[in-house]
């Protein structure tokens, strides 16, 4: 998954890229598939691998965490 996000980002940029060097008649057009690739592929997919093994509870504020939070303070000081 690493080595396909890391492929699909130097694709996108080098569309991009390609779009504002090469004045051909279809260069706006790289431009906009390099950015739509960039933001409606390549984001989800590099946030779906950084979370995939994370549990979503340690994050939210629920009562056990503030009061690990608080405690975690109180030792501190």
Do not use: C
């Not at 890391?6 to 504002?20: D, M, P, R, W």
């Not at 997919?45 to 979503?56: C, P, S, V």
Request: charged content about 25%.
């Amino acid at each position: 998954m690493k080595y396909l996000i890391i492929v699909l980002v130097i694709l996108t940029l080098g569309s991009i890229a390609a779009g504002f060097i090469f004045e051909t008649e279809y260069s706006q057009k790289m431009i906009g598939f390099g950015t739509v690739g960039l933001f409606l592929v390549v984001f989800p997919l590099f946030t779906y691998h950084r979370w995939k093994d994370r549990n979503f509870k340690d994050y939210m504020l629920t009562k056990e965490n503030l009061d690990k939070m608080r405690e975690k303070e109180k030792r501190k000081f």
